[in-house]
């Protein structure tokens, strides 16, 4: 008869780790048992909220002692109490402290059992004390959401999809390159109005110091042959897309075809436990690493001006520890030398109208 198998966590603050091993091990009739101080019991939940799809059964061993990890004895006895010599198990020794995962091994290894190692950013697992050195390449791919609830943070808003066609979108973005001209008044101006509802006409006609009148909107929006939903009106939506949310939508159908992502989100807002709100232009997972873009159509022509939107992608890495990474996108020439300070790529309006220079890209988000 074969035996039943257990899947072994070792949990830390990393929850993705002990998530991503259990999705790609897990075989139907299996159980978890999980390995935690008294600090890590936040984790524990939210792996199991994380995990109730597959209806499993889920046991852990919570140390009694608060400084447990540090007493050998404690550690293997405690662990000891929840193993049967009828089982096998499947240990996951990614987590925990050095002393924990000595403790664990030395516990294990008079049981049925075997060891797996996740390398931090990699894609593949290792088998410890075995005659050969073979990666196993993890198939199971996390999505956005799946990823960032591991991290404790509620998706509010987000959309897979276009607010305008891609066809549209591409040739605005050659507009705005090559033929803006003293249209950007215009849309700078449009920029007060970017969370309202607004009549065309009454904009033309009707101005104040906090809501400027805007000659020629009409005209402009005809010269870009914009497809408005209601005639002689722009919702805040429309405003939105034509203040900066088109380079959004661009870069989310470019990054769709350059890269190929596992999953792909636009215009996300979210919220933590306990925290404000916070906003990302596109978020995007590939070979289940987190990546975030910051969208500028300006703004960064000086160094005084890049400094707020490259401190805001920093910022993002305490939201989604390590694994994060940061990348802006900017339709400026200017490329500010605090850039790699900040541990973020920058690319320039150069990347994006040189197409010898649009294959670094691809190059520098994922080097070989």
């Known amino acids: 008869m074969k035996a039943l198998r257990t899947i072994v966590s070792v949990l830390s603050q990393q929850a993705a780790p002990n998530y991503l091993v259990i999705r790609e091990l897990f075989q139907k009739g299996d159980s978890l048992l999980f390995i935690s101080s008294r600090t890590m019991l936040p ?29 050998w004895n404690l550690m293997c006895c405690e662990i000891e109490a929840k193993l049967t010599k009828d089982r096998k198990y499947i240990v996951n020794l990614t987590g925990g ?37 073979e990666k196993t390449f993890l198939r199971y791919r996390l999505k956005v959401k799946e990823y960032m609830e591991l991290y404790g943070l509620r998706l509010t808003r987000y959309s897979d999809r276009l607010s305008q066609t891609k066809s549209f979108t ?38 104040n110091d906090k809501f ?6 009409s005209g402009f929006l005809k010269k870009i042959n914009f497809p408005l939903a209601e005639t002689g009106s722009l919702s805040k939506y429309e405003t939105r897309y034509l203040t900066g949310g088109w380079f959004e939508e661009y870069t989310f ?47 960064v022509s000086r160094a005084g001006e890049a400094a707020p939107i490259i401190y805001k992608a920093a910022a993002l890495k305490k939201f989604f520890g390590l694994a994060a990474n940061t990348i802006i996108f900017s339709l400026s020439s200017h490329n500010p030398p605090r850039a790699e300070d900040f541990d973020a790529l920058f690319f320039d309006r150069s990347y994006f109208v040189d197409p010898d220079k649009s294959n670094r890209i691809r190059e520098q988000i994922m080097p070989k």
């Open 97 to 133: 402290t050095k002393f924990m995962s000595l403790a664990i091994q030395k516990v294990f290894e008079k049981y049925d059992t075997q060891f797996y190692y996740l390398p931090i950013s990699k894609n593949y697992l290792l088998r410890p004390m075995q005659n050969d050195d």
């Open 170 to 207: 591409n040739t605005f973005f050659d507009f705005f390159i090559n033929r803006l001209g003293k249209d950007a008044e215009i849309i700078e101006k449009l920029r007060k109005y970017r969370d309202k509802n607004l009549k065309i006409s009454e904009v033309e006609t009707l101005g």
């Open 212 to 217: 400027p009148k805007i000659n020629g909107l």
């Open 43 to 71: 984790k524990l939940k939210v792996l199991e909220d994380s995990l109730a799809d597959l209806n499993i059964k889920v046991d852990s061993v919570v140390f009694s002692d608060d400084d447990a990890e540090e007493k």
């Open 253 to 299: 159908s470019y990054v769709k075809e350059l890269l190929q992502p596992d999953d792909i989100l636009l215009d996300v807002t979210f919220k933590p436990e306990n925290g404000q709100g916070n906003e990302l232009d596109v978020v995007f997972m590939l070979n289940n690493k987190l990546y975030v873009i910051e969208c500028k159509t300006g703004g």
